[in-house]
């Protein structure tokens, strides 16, 4: 049996068996027949490509204001924060301006070639970034590394083509874990490897680190992205290339007049289907391409209310997730006389981290049956809904002594991210079954720039909701960390609510009936099973 074990040195496909070698998604489409599971080291590889995706965005932050006052730009301290803000912020406007547009790219040239891109401007534009010696340059920087990294929009939709709909809660799972593990990991690059040669003298002597203090922690994870092009290279595409040549023995097969000079016109049939037995599933396969391409609407991504409904909750739940992400920072580190926990940054760093762990194995573990069993709408309204009585319990806590206030933090902290990924994972799934497969890109393009817009928002809206509370600590209703609290809370709501009819279709619980699916559903005999189709099993 051949040896899959490394990416570099295996220069055949990483898919055993071509089933027609001139459509690379033809070739990859039995993945998603009922039962497929993701191959192993596809599966890995998403995975690797998710947590790279999540480390330059985060690694940053602690550095970020060492940098800028070190540029001299500001004209005071209290300024710093300012400059802060634009940089900090640069890369998801870049985001937002192209990520639409790099999806149309995915659909129509590929995954891959847009994930070849994103790990590119990762590897140029990151460490450009940490050679910055004013403050223009980074600012130009993370914007090009914001505008030319569409990598996580052709990574969700490839996740939902490499294996079957009920495998595909535990694919999003992965990619929500390591995306997770990236922004716990990032922080701690960016804090522990930038000013090296002030932090270890004894290891970084060379005058380099000094002249640029904050290009290690950014050279590392452009290293990490190097290592990347490799096993990127192996991913199979699953993009269908089918050729535009018509073959007049395969249209007269077609009994619809109308569809015939449609088919000549369009070009959906291969020459080499002449070759094909007229009743087999291949040729029914093309025929109902034509069929969903003409008489199943190709709706505009803008009118299709199913995904505008998924990206809706979508941004609202991120909106609501990064605003809690302030506010808690915030909350636990403010004095218990005016609500808080009065804990350290080293203390919050230690809770965010234990619930880290614990959600990493409730994606793992948990997230894929439940999701099976409720659908990503009944995940998506549960987790949201129990949020909120959760988080109107989070005031109360500062009233405890520490040993208990300790234990209900950390409880309480663990819940919450498990109940935040659920409704992110199951976000995905809604925008994935929204779509078919080649407006699967666009989709996910669509929806992370309205995202990026939640993210600018969400925390500017949370800092400022934080600051109001603090001059209302003895009001009568809500009083001080309780308005915030609720506030985040109702946005908790809102999402709950947008996921009944007739806000949310509920046609979008389901992944859309693909053209080689509806073939398989018409003959008499299933498609060839993977396990036949394949002389040795997919890489273990």
Same mark, same amino acid.
């Given at each position: 049996m051949e040896d899959h074990s490394n990416f570099a040195a295996n220069k055949e496909p990483l898919l055993p068996k071509e089933v027609n070698g001139n459509c690379p998604g033809c070739n990859t489409a039995y993945l998603r027949e009922p039962g497929g599971r993701p191959p192993k080291l596809v599966l890995l590889a998403v995975g690797l490509l998710s947590l790279l995706n999540a480390l330059p965005l985060t690694s940053v932050y602690p550095f970020l204001y060492f940098m800028i006052h070190d540029f001299h730009i500001a004209k005071s301290n209290d300024s710093v924060g300012y400059y802060v803000g634009l940089v900090g912020s640069s890369c998801m406007v870049g985001r937002f301006l192209t990520a639409a547009f790099?999806?149309?790219?995915?659909?129509?040239?590929?995954?891959?070639?847009? @994930?070849?891109?994103?790990?590119?401007?990762?590897?140029?534009?990151?460490?450009?970034?940490?050679?910055s010696t004013n403050f223009w340059m980074a600012l130009a920087s993370r914007f090009f590394l914001g505008v030319f990294n569409g990598m996580m929009v052709s990574i969700q939709a490839y996740a939902s083509e490499i294996c079957s709909h009920e495998?595909?809660?535990?694919?999003?799972?992965? @990619?929500?874990?390591?995306?997770g593990i990236g922004l716990v990991i990032g922080p701690s690059l960016g804090g522990y490897l930038s000013q090296p040669a002030i932090k270890y003298p004894k290891l970084f002597t060379n005058p380099i680190f000094e002249r640029f203090p904050y290009a290690l922690p950014c050279l590392f994870i452009?290293?990490?992205?190097?290592?990347?092009?490799?096993?990127?290279?192996?991913?199979?595409?699953?993009?269908?290339?089918?050729?535009?040549?018509?073959?007049?023995?395969?249209?007269?097969?077609?009994?619809?007049?109308?569809?015939?000079?449609?088919?000549?016109?369009? #070009?959906?049939?291969?020459?080499?289907?002449? &070759?094909?037995?007229?009743?087999?599933?291949?040729?029914?396969?093309?025929?109902?391409?034509?069929e969903q391409k003409n008489y199943m609407p190709h709706k505009s991504l803008y009118k299709n209310w199913g995904l505008i409904a998924s990206i809706a909750i979508y941004c609202i739940w991120s909106m609501h997730d990064v605003a809690y992400i302030e506010i808690f920072s915030l909350w636990a580190v403010s004095p218990q006389r005016t609500g808080g926990l009065?804990?350290?940054?080293?203390?919050? #760093?230690?809770?965010?981290?234990?619930?880290?762990?614990?959600v990493l194995f409730f994606q793992m573990v948990l997230f894929p049956p439940v999701s099976n069993f409720l659908g990503p709408?009944?995940?998506?309204?549960?987790a949201s809904m129990l949020s909120i009585p959760l988080l109107a319990a989070y005031p109360y806590i500062s009233t405890l002594n520490v040993s208990w206030s300790?234990?209900?933090?950390?409880?309480?902290?663990?819940?919450? &991210?498990a109940l935040s990924v659920a409704v992110y994972t199951a976000a995905y799934l809604l925008m994935n079954n929204s779509v078919t497969q080649d407006q699967r890109g666009a989709a996910n393009g669509l929806s992370m720039s309205a995202m990026s817009i939640s993210v600018a928002v969400g925390p500017a809206g949370g800092g400022a909701l934080?600051?109001?509370?603090?001059?209302?600590?003895?009001?009568?209703?809500?009083?001080?960390?309780?308005?915030?609290?609720?506030?985040?809370?109702?946005?908790?709501?809102?999402?709950?609510?947008?996921?009944?009819?007739?806000?949310?279709?509920?046609?979008?619980?389901?992944?859309?009936?693909?053209?080689?699916?509806?073939?398989?559903?018409?003959?008499?005999?299933?498609l060839q099973s993977t396990q036949d189709r394949t002389a040795e099993p997919l890489l273990l």
């Open positions: 790099w999806g149309v790219i995915a659909d129509r040239y590929g995954r891959k070639l847009v @994930i070849y891109i994103g790990v590119i401007s990762i590897i140029i534009f990151n460490f450009l970034f940490g050679l495998h595909q809660p535990f694919v999003f799972s992965v @990619i929500s874990t390591t995306w452009s290293v990490y992205a190097v290592s990347l092009l490799a096993i990127t290279s192996q991913m199979p595409e699953t993009v269908h290339k089918h050729s535009h040549k018509v073959d007049e023995d395969c249209i007269s097969m077609c009994k619809d007049e109308t569809m015939k000079d449609e088919i000549r016109k369009d #070009g959906v049939l291969d020459s080499a289907d002449a &070759s094909v037995d007229k009743d087999t599933p291949q040729l029914e396969h093309k025929i109902v391409m034509h009065s804990l350290t940054s080293s203390g919050v #760093g230690k809770v965010l981290a234990i619930s880290g762990v614990c709408i009944g995940v998506a309204r549960g300790w234990a209900a933090i950390i409880i309480a902290s663990i819940l919450k &991210s934080f600051a109001w509370s603090q001059t209302r600590l003895d009001a009568a209703f809500l009083p001080g960390e309780q308005i915030v609290f609720f506030f985040v809370g109702m946005l908790a709501l809102v999402t709950c609510i947008a996921t009944f009819e007739p806000f949310l279709p509920q046609s979008v619980n389901k992944q859309i009936v693909e053209p080689h699916q509806s073939a398989q559903d018409r003959t008499a005999e299933p």
